[in-house]
C-alpha cells in the first residue's frame, strides 16, 4: 500500500492550493480515503474525508464552505481543494487510508499514510 500526497507549498492567505494524493498497491476504490493535518505542537486532526461506497464527504466545522475533497477511482487519486486559506491553515497534511476504519476515524485507527505534504499559509 502506497500513498504519495503532493500539492502543497506556500500561499498568501485568500489563496488556494489543491493537494493530490495518488494511491497504488490495493484496491482503492474500496475504501475510505481520508486528508488529516497536523501543526506544530497540535494533535493530528481529520481535515476531510470521502467514502468508498457513495462517495459522500465529510469535513471539519473549521475548513466547511472553503475545502472540496473528491476522488478519480480511474486514477487512484484523491484531491483536497483549498480555497480561501487561512493562516491557520498552515500545517502538514496527510492522506491516510485503512482496511477497517472509514471516515470519522480518529486518525491512530488508521495504518496507511502518505508522507506529507507542507501547506504554510501567510499574511
Known amino acids: 500500500v502506497q500513498l504519495q500526497a503532493s500539492g502543497g507549498g506556500l500561499v498568501q492567505s485568500g489563496g488556494s492550493l489543491r493537494l493530490s494524493c495518488a494511491a497504488s498497491?490495493?484496491?482503492?476504490?474500496?475504501?475510505?480515503i481520508a486528508w488529516f493535518r497536523q501543526a506544530p505542537g497540535q494533535e493530528r486532526e481529520e481535515v476531510s474525508c470521502?467514502?468508498?461506497?457513495?462517495?459522500?464527504?465529510h469535513y471539519a466545522d473549521s475548513v466547511k464552505g472553503r475545502f472540496t475533497i473528491s476522488r478519480d477511482n480511474g486514477k487512484n487519486t484523491v484531491y483536497l481543494q483549498m480555497d480561501s486559506l487561512k493562516i491557520e491553515d498552515t500545517a502538514v497534511y496527510y492522506c491516510?487510508?485503512?482496511?477497517?476504519?472509514?471516515?470519522?476515524?480518529?486518525?491512530?485507527?488508521?495504518?496507511?499514510w502518505g508522507q506529507g505534504t507542507q501547506v504554510t499559509v501567510s499574511s
Open positions: 491516510a487510508t485503512d482496511f477497517e476504519s472509514g471516515c470519522g476515524s480518529r486518525w491512530y485507527r488508521f495504518d496507511y
Open positions: 470521502i467514502t468508498s461506497r457513495d462517495g459522500s464527504t
Open positions: 498497491g490495493f484496491a482503492f476504490y474500496n475504501y475510505d
